[in-house]
C-alpha cells in the first residue's frame, strides 16, 4: 500500500495529538480508527480502487482520516476548499470526479455520485499504473485555471525521512499544494495540526497561544494583516518558533519589520509550485530575502535571469491545457532572479513586471518603498497601459486614516523620489476603501490594460 509505512508510523505515537479540530483535540489512534472507517464506508458505497474521488472542506478528523484512506485505495484525490466558489462545477468537470464528499463546518459529510467515465489519458495512465493521485487546481490569478496532476506516490516519498515534530497552524487552504504539504509534513513526523476555519489575526494568535504552535506556515499579506491589527500583543506567542512565508514575493521593508516585532522567531522563506511540489529552502539570515532552493529530488537552473526546475515530484501534466515541461523536464517557473553563490533572491514573476519606457520595474520593490511611509498600511503596484512610455507605475494605497488624495499623492512623490530611480516613481495614486487581497491571503495584481 502506498502509505503502509505512514499507518505504521502513526500506530507507534497513538496517544499523541494529532488533529486540533474546532477546539477538540483529537489523537492519532483517532485518525487510525478514522481511516478504518471510511475504508469499509468506501468499500459499502461500491468504491472501487482508483476512483477520482473529490473532497470538499477543511482538515477535521474525517477529512484527514479519508485522505489516507484513498491514498490506501489508490485513489485519484481532488481537494476543494470554499475558496473555488462558482468554478466548482467546472473544477469536477475538468477532474472527471465521479463521487464528491462534503464536510460542513461540524464535519458532518454527504455523498454526491456522478455518473462520469474517465477518458483523461493522464488520469488514464496514471490509473493503469495503480497509484495515488492527486489533482491540485491553480488559484486562476493569471489566467485559465490550471489542473495539475500528481501521482502522489511521488509527493509522499520526501516524508519517509522523520524530521522535526511541530505544533503547527496549517494555514494554507486545503486544497493548496503549501496545505498538502504542511498536513503530510505534520503527520509523518509526530506533530499536531492545529487549524482554524477563520483565518483571521486574533483567532490565530489565540490558537497559537492556547495549543503552544511552534510553526506558522502563511503568506506575507497576512503577515501584514497581523502586524496591523496588532492582535499579536493581546496574546501570548512565546512558543512560537517559526514563521515560513511563501506564495508571493516577500516586501523587504515588511520583512525587516517582522524581525523587529518577533525578535525569538526564525523566518524562512518557502518555495514550491502545484506543478512541482515544495522545495527544501534555507533562508540566508531570518531578515534576509536571499534562499537556497533545492534538496534531494529537485534541480535548479537560472537562464536569462528566470529560474527552471527539473523534480522528482512533478505532475504527470495538467489535465486542461498542455505541458509546461521542456524535452528533459525543466519547467519555467517564470519566476525573475538574482544570483549570489549559491542563493538566490526572487523579484517576481514575469508577467508582474512593468516596463517603462524599456526599464523593468518590479512591483515588489515599490510597495516596500511605500510600506514605510506614514500612514501606509498596504501597497499594491500594477502596470497601466501609456502611449508615450509603454506603461506607467500606478500604486494603490491601504491607509490607516484618511487622507486627502492631493495630499497623498505629494506626500509620495516626495518620499519615494528619494529612495526610487526615476522611472521607478508612481505616476498614479490610487486609495483602496479595503485591503486587496484573495481569499488565499495572497495580494490582488491587476492585469497591465
Not at 77 to 83: D, F, M, N, R, T
Not at 91 to 109: G, I
Not at 189 to 198: A, I, L, M
Request: glycine share 6%; aromatic share 8%.
Amino acid at each position: 500500500m502506498p502509505a503502509t509505512w505512514l499507518i505504521e508510523r502513526m500506530k507507534q505515537w497513538s496517544d499523541n495529538p494529532a488533529i486540533v479540530w474546532h477546539d477538540q483535540t483529537f489523537t492519532y489512534r483517532n485518525i487510525l480508527e478514522g481511516i478504518e472507517m471510511w475504508s469499509d464506508k468506501l468499500e459499502a458505497q461500491g468504491m472501487h480502487s482508483r476512483n477520482v474521488i473529490a473532497l470538499e472542506g477543511d482538515y477535521s478528523l474525517n477529512v484527514c482520516a479519508l485522505i489516507l484512506a484513498l491514498i490506501q485505495r489508490k485513489a485519484i484525490i481532488v481537494p476543494l476548499s470554499e475558496a473555488v466558489g462558482t468554478s466548482r462545477e467546472d473544477f469536477l468537470k475538468t477532474a472527471e470526479v465521479q463521487l464528491v464528499f462534503s464536510f460542513d463546518a461540524r464535519d458532518n459529510w454527504k455523498i454526491e455520485k456522478r455518473n462520469i467515465k474517465v477518458t483523461n489519458s493522464l488520469t488514464q495512465k496514471l490509473v493503469k499504473m495503480a497509484e495515488p493521485g492527486l489533482v491540485l487546481f491553480s488559484s486562476g490569478s493569471t489566467g485559465k485555471n490550471k489542473a495539475a496532476l500528481h501521482n502522489l506516490s511521488k509527493l509522499l516519498e520526501k516524508f519517509k525521512k522523520l524530521r522535526h515534530r511541530l505544533c503547527t497552524i496549517n494555514f494554507l487552504l486545503f486544497d493548496h499544494i503549501g496545505g498538502i504539504n504542511t498536513l503530510l509534513y505534520t503527520l509523518s513526523n509526530g506533530g499536531t495540526v492545529v487549524t482554524s476555519r477563520d483565518r483571521d489575526p486574533d483567532k490565530i494568535c489565540r490558537l497559537i497561544e492556547k495549543y503552544k504552535v511552534e510553526l506558522l506556515p502563511t503568506t506575507p499579506t497576512f503577515l501584514n494583516l497581523l502586524l496591523i491589527s496588532d492582535a499579536y500583543k493581546n496574546y501570548d506567542m512565546s512558543s512560537l518558533k517559526m514563521i515560513t512565508y511563501g506564495t508571493e514575493v516577500m516586501p523587504e521593508s515588511l520583512l525587516k519589520r517582522l524581525n523587529k516585532t518577533f525578535p525569538n522567531v526564525q523566518f524562512l522563506q518557502t518555495y514550491g509550485l502545484s506543478e512541482l511540489g515544495i522545495l527544501r529552502s534555507k533562508s540566508k539570515e531570518s531578515d534576509s530575502l536571499w534562499v537556497k532552493v533545492g534538496g534531494e529530488g529537485f534541480e535548479t537552473k537560472v537562464v536569462d535571469r528566470v529560474l527552471w526546475i527539473r523534480a522528482h515530484s512533478a505532475m504527470m501534466g495538467y489535465l486542461n491545457v498542455s505541458s509546461p515541461f521542456d524535452e528533459n523536464g525543466w519547467m519555467n517557473t517564470e519566476d525573475i532572479v538574482e544570483v549570489k553563490g549559491d542563493y538566490i533572491r526572487i523579484l517576481g514573476r514575469q508577467s508582474d513586471i512593468i516596463n517603462v519606457g524599456g526599464q523593468k520595474v518590479y512591483p515588489t520593490e515599490v510597495e516596500s518603498v511605500l510600506m514605510q511611509m506614514e500612514n501606509v498600511i498596504d501597497a499594491n503596484v500594477r502596470g497601466e497601459s501609456n502611449p508615450i512610455t509603454g506603461n506607467i507605475v500606478v500604486a494603490k494605497l491601504t491607509l490607516e486614516n484618511p487622507e486627502e488624495l492631493s495630499n497623498l499623492k505629494k506626500r509620495v512623490r516626495k518620499f519615494c523620489r528619494e529612495r526610487l530611480e526615476s522611472y521607478k516613481l508612481p505616476v498614479k495614486i490610487e486609495i483602496a476603501k479595503n485591503f486587496q487581497y484573495t481569499s488565499r491571503f495572497k495580494k490582488v495584481r491587476s492585469r497591465i490594460k
